[in-house]
């Protein structure tokens, strides 16, 4: 009764003085929590806050835009429209000269002037043959102004080499015409042809158009023509639809003009503002950053320091915790002194050993008790732990606690597999005492939890993840040690483990070069002349065919391909026949299996469970009696008693979950089976969830990356605006000088006012439709936001789900007792009657699923040109046999099956 009053004080005492430190402790915890909540709210503001800039800015800068595209549209029609009217200006003006000259029979000014001014006659007949001059175009003199001065041509020398030829043939196809002609006809036309004749020699003697007034050739030239020239005189007048279509285009002239420089002026407004627009934007992000960084370093300085006062605290409690640790060690220490206080203690160091972190394996925990504490060491798959217990512990119990503490109820698949006193590797018995399988004076007890019994379809009857998980790992370092695998297979494979390594979810758009070595066996490498690097492009590349494929996923696909290899869940024992033939032993879920020394690929004989009636042993030599009353004892020797004692070990184990598994299933397996499917549909659910969300992220994301390369267009395109402007303003300054000039340019302003009247109006109804656009746009993003929260959350909850999946626990100390092993030379087994199922009905994966076989044959004919054959080992070329064979591992075991036991006993023997 003192002891546990003693108990309850200290722990009372203990319990008091962790009580201010660990209120410090949840205070600071809860402070840094608020503080990163904070931080994240802040973070979420300032993004908010960021879009709304971004949206504003976009907003105001599509509306300038789409104002000064507009407006530069408008400046380019008006001036197409200036220089259409400038041509029928020029055009008409020409034939106010021909008007003004050539009716008043000044031939000889008419020319000069045309000869000075360039004017282009052909143009003008063109222009206003038809449409201004209406009927004077049917007055014979009219007729014969515009033929012959409309084929007036600008040649070149070589044109004009021979005049006298030319006007010779002229001459002759006129004379030709008089004939069919009536006497105004034929004074129309030998007034054509003196025009062209004297237009000829002018052209020919001034080819470069050039004033000759004083050139007396010249002169003659024209004083003679004028002689010739005797044509009606039509007179002149101001108010001939010439002079008033003239006065009509110089107006619309004017007024163009006039729109275009005040289009010009409100172009440069726009862009003031566009610019003033991004001032304003540029300053508010600065100053908002300015203020999120401020806060942000402020909070994290705040974390910092609250931080070290944690760190404080938690020494305190460190220390705290080592004193009590002492304390209780000195209470155990009296405690041993009496028999009536023992039974007390063992209760208080069962709490105490229960309550200590089981999740880091590293941790060395000294709890010994009455008897022999024995050191002992344990490994699973890279993770290990120390611990100093009971002698006398069985190893079934250590079994038990240490699949316990790492998370595996199915323990019935794996076993604790060590090296013995001979330097063997042995399974021991799970009623032996731990310290008879090594010695003890070599060290700690070294243990590695590995697979013992593999079952006949792991993909389906592994239930539990973290089993699968466990089992995964063994198999892994089974496949790249000690079993054959084709190159396809192999990096298949390779794709599925680099999923698993990755946490799953699919290629990563970021990853660190492959260890190949890890991924693919040596012997796999060695046949083939590729580099890393290019064996790393093709797992990648199959990797790349996974997607959204989570980590679990990838595990049951790895050990559903993996079953299907020849050599798979076989242990293999060198033994001999009768006749002394080199064999191997297979022991497997099935049953045993005969193979060829050099073959262990295809067996050749075999002996399923349901047909063996007893097992037994006597030193060397292996008795296997058949359930047929007919039938013949099998007999085959090993190499030595150990041999055939871990044979009859591992035979009875799978012939025991051989007939389990023919059973129905007990209460606990159909508990795991109900959890594990409800785990499954809760997954089913998520990822299906997940893979919704990630698509209306997709999605979401696509519309603003449309937005945005919509944005940098409008931004390419305002830099074009403003090239383009400073190209117009040269133009600008040539036209504000016309437009001084212009006296009717008040009276345009009042169109114009009514004009900038009416695109206010329509200015607008553009502001009502941004603002629809921008209430659109601004949904989008709250969506957009949504969904990337709801992804985050997700990824989070998946994580911390694989770590506490990942967590592995430490191991419990027992009582053990300590004996010497009794070594036996002989042992038997009486194995259980059981009903076979019908394995025939089972296939590969690659029978049953196309894809999957297409994907390895496409693999097979891209490795085959690289491969090297001479190095190829004995073991390749009788698997590329059983290929070209069409046979693979459940064809093979149908074929063997076939006939009675003492047939197989007799094939044994022959052997």
Known sequence: MNTESDQNKLLQKFKNLRKEPQ???DYLTNAINDIEE???RNKESYKIQMQKIDQLFRANVNDLNEQINQLKNDLEIQSLHLKQIEKWLKATRGWILIRKYLYKQKYREWKMELLRTHYHIEDAYEAFNKTVFGNEANHPIWKVCTNSLATVQYPTSNNWINEQSWLHYRKQIIESQLSTKSKDEIKCIQHRLRSRKITQQILNHYPNRESHENNEDYVDEINESKQQDELTNYPYSINHPLHIHEQQLMNTFNQIKTVQYLNLIELNEKENDLHSLLTH???????????YTKYTQMSFNEIDKKK?????????LDELEEEEAVEFNNLISKARKTNETRIVLKKELKYLRISQNINAMHRTCICSYEGCPVGLHIEAQGLWGTARLESKLLVVLLKTQVCTALGIREMWYFGLQCVDHKNRLTWPEADKKITTTQKIKDGPLHFDVKVKYYPEDPSNELIDETTRLYFYYDVT?????NVMISIETAVLLASYQYLIRSEGNGPSTVRKPLNISKYLSANVREQYNLTDEEWEAKVMNCVSSHKNMSKDDAVKEYIRIAQDLEMFGVTFFKIKNEKKTDLWLGIDALGLNIYEYDNQLAPKVTFPWNEIQKLSYSRNKFFVKPVEASGKVLVFYTDSTHTSKLILNLSTGNHKLYAIRRQPDSIEVQQMKVKAKERQTIRDAEREKLRAEQEAREVMEKRLQDMQRLMQENEEAFARTQTVLEQYECKVNELNAQLEEEKSARKQLENLQYYLEEANRKLGLSIEERQRIAQERDEINAKINEQNQLLQEREEEKRQFEAELARVRAMHEAEMDHFSEQKQESDECELEAVNNVDE????????????????LKLLRQDLSSVRNPNKMQAIDIHYEDIVSKGMDKYRTLRAIREGNTKKRVDQFESM
Do not use: C, G, W
Request: a negative charge.
């Open 477 to 481: 370092t089974v496949l790249l040690n």
């Open 281 to 291: 934007i540029r300053n508010l992000k600065f100053d908002l950053d300015n203020e």
């Open 308 to 316: 070290q006062q944690l760190i404080n605290f938690s020494k305190v």
């Open 840 to 855: 025939d009905l089972r296939q590969s994966k690659q029978d049953t699923d196309e894809d999957h076989a297409t994907r």
């Open 23 to 25: 209120k410090q402790v």
């Open 38 to 40: 904070n931080l994240i």
